[in-house]
């Protein structure tokens, strides 16, 4: 026993991923990485299994498997590949388990851990979006533990540690408003994707930041608050907060409010989730209160960003229209980032997604889940 906690890190070549890595390594005497995993960028997965001598690596396109090996050939690293791989290595026993995969990609090796009861510090939002209904039992029954790493949530985490349920009145999550808060509904309709890449406040993988932009991001962390906070929509809510500074607040039955302050930094949140229980200290710039501080909040404008008020309408409805929102949105912003559709058509596809509704497919089990996903995604 090194008494150093033992970690995965999946996706870790990915924006959550690099700082996850970051915190490691400034404190290598409290982690070893058990695995490390990456889609297809083989070069960088190899870069970091040099830097952090993983038990093993995980690369989950098979075409990169052999100049993965060939990179990391006689340092004693486990080098495997492919989907079941990825699910494999999930099962395997760690201390934590950082799930930060982009997309539906990220549901099989977090369905995996939940099943085998690991501690789970979970960045992958769309996970939760469309199987929490399957995985917030299966962690309860399996004693898996969901550490929040999405910034909002991991605010409420922390706002909740020490209170009682049943005093909570309202939740609410905070919003920078992308880089579109100031503009016109006309406006909106011809932006580009560099302006949509251009997040005021936040660095992070496209598919989020896109997310940021027509604010289905907020959206799919509202139903991802219902699930990690048991609440229904009435006691859910998003505010624009174009600071970023407050990152979730919660509203108590005497009037009392809790938020957490925090640089708009994901290695805040990640710090916390892998120290937790106990916090992590790391080298960063943190706020200057001898400078005035601002603190603005707004209301959401639904019309101007129809992408959330999709997300808000699916809060507390059936899983299959979550899974439809959830797979139409990924589809949607893979073609904006392609440049095959317009910004504005993003919500249109999802709309029309929603409209069309499910082929009968029950999403009972994550099999199901999975099922109705590829089925969206095929329409
Ligand atoms: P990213 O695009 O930067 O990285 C994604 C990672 O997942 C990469 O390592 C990539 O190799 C891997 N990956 C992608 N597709 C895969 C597949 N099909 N199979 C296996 N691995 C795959 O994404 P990110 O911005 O780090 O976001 C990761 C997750 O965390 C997302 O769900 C996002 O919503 C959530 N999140 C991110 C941030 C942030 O600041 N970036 C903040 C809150 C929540
Ligand atoms: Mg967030």
Redesign the pocket.
């Known amino acids: 026993m090194t008494g150093k906690k033992r970690l995965s890190v999946f996706g870790a070549t990915g924006s959550v991923g690099s700082s996850t890595l970051s915190l490691i390594r400034e404190h290598p005497d409290k982690f070893a990485l058990h695995a490390l995993s990456a889609n297809s960028d083989y070069h960088s997965l190899a870069q970091l299994a040099q830097e952090f001598q993983p038990s093993c690596v995980v690369i989950a396109d098979e075409a990169f498997y052999t100049p993965l090996s060939e990179r990391l050939s006689g340092l004693g690293i486990t080098v495997l590949a492919g989907q079941k791989a990825l699910e494999e290595v999930a099962t395997q026993k760690v201390d934590l388990l950082v799930a930060a995969i982009v997309g539906l990609a990220g549901l099989a090796p977090v369905w995996r851990a939940v099943e085998a009861g690991q501690n789970i510090a979970l960045a992958n939002k769309e996970t939760l979006v469309a199987a929490g209904h399957l995985i917030m039992p299966a962690a309860e029954k399996n004693g898996a533990t969901l550490l929040p790493i999405?910034?909002?949530h991991n605010a409420i985490f922390q706002c909740l540690r020490y209170e009682s349920q049943a005093d909570i009145k309202k939740i609410i999550l905070t919003a920078s408003g992308g880089p579109f808060r100031e503009m016109s509904i006309a406006e909106m309709q011809n932006v580009t994707i560099e302006q949509a890449l251009l997040h005021p406040n936040w660095s992070m993988g496209p598919k989020v930041t896109i997310d940021s932009a027509t604010m289905m991001?907020k959206g799919l962390?509202l139903i991802e608050a219902a699930w990690l906070f048991d609440r229904g929509a009435e006691k859910l809510d998003a505010i624009i907060h174009p600071q970023s500074s407050i990152h979730g607040l919660v509203g108590f039955k005497d009037g009392s409010w809790l938020a957490q302050l925090g640089i708009a930094d994901m290695r805040v949140p990640i710090s916390y989730a892998l120290g937790w229980p106990d916090r992590l200290g790391w080298q960063g710039q943190d706020f200057d209160f001898s400078q005035a501080l601002q603190l603005d909040f707004a209301p959401i404008d639904g019309q101007k960003f129809p992408c959330f008020s999709l997300a808000k309408q699916v809060l507390g409805q059936s899983a299959e229209q979550a899974i439809i929102l959830n797979a139409a949105n990924e589809m949607a912003v893979a073609q904006f980032l392609a440049g095959e559709i317009g910004f504005a058509d993003i919500s249109t596809i999802v709309e029309r997604a929603l409209a069309a509704g499910d082929s009968g497919i029950k999403a009972h089990s994550y099999e199901a889940v999975i099922a109705l996903d590829r089925e969206i995604r095929q329409r």
Do not use: T
């Open positions: 999405d910034s909002e991001n962390e």
